[in-house]
C-alpha cells in the first residue's frame, strides 16, 4: 500500500515536492530545510508522495545524525509511516557509520511515542538547542 524510498534532494523536482509536503504538514510552524544536505526519504501511495523525513550530520552530537524532519499528510496519519521512515534513517545512519541518531520534539505527543515505538530514549544534552520544553531523543545504532 504505501513504498519508502530515499530520494535525492540536488533533485530540483525532489526537492520541490519535499518542499511542498513541508508546507502541508508544518504549515508555518517551522522553515523548510535544505534538501540538498542529508539523506532524504518520501513515503508513496500509490504514486502520490504523503510524507518525508531527512537525517543530516549531527551539529549537536558527536558522530551522529540529526534527525531533522519528518511530516505525514493528515489523510495519511496512522499507518505507521513515520515509524517506517525512522527505520530507513537507522539503515543509513549504520551506513554512514555514526554511531547514534538524536532528534528533539516539542508539544507533539504523537510524534513522542513513535520515538518510543522506534526505540529512542529521552536523554539531556551537554548544550539543548531547541526550546525549554523540548524533549530530546537519542538512538544508539548498533
Avoid at 522553515?31 to 510524507?51: C, E, K, M, N, T
Avoid at 499528510?73 to 538524536?102: E, P, T
Wanted: aromatic share 14%; net charge positive.
Amino acid at each position: 500500500m504505501y513504498r519508502i524510498r530515499e530520494v535525492d534532494g540536488h533533485d530540483e523536482e525532489i526537492a520541490d515536492t519535499l518542499a511542498d509536503l513541508h508546507r502541508l504538514t508544518f504549515f508555518d510552524g517551522a522553515s523548510i530545510p535544505q534538501f540538498d544536505w542529508g539523506s532524504w526519504w518520501l513515503a508513496y501511495h500509490r504514486a502520490i508522495p504523503v510524507a518525508f523525513a531527512g537525517v543530516v550530520p549531527s551539529t549537536h552530537a558527536y558522530n551522529a545524525g540529526y534527525f531533522c524532519r519528518v511530516g505525514v499528510l493528515k489523510k495519511h496519519c496512522g499507518n505507521q509511516l513515520q515509524l517506517r521512515l525512522m527505520r530507513a534513517l537507522g539503515s543509513r545512519a549504520r551506513h554512514n557509520g555514526w554511531s547514534c541518531i538524536v532528534s528533539d520534539t516539542t508539544d507533539n505527543v504523537a510524534s513522542a511515542n513513535n520515538f518510543i515505538r522506534a526505540g529512542y530514549r529521552l536523554y539531556q544534552p551537554q548544550c539543548p538547542w531547541a526550546w525549554p520544553n523540548t524533549l530530546y531523543w537519542r538512538k544508539s545504532i548498533k
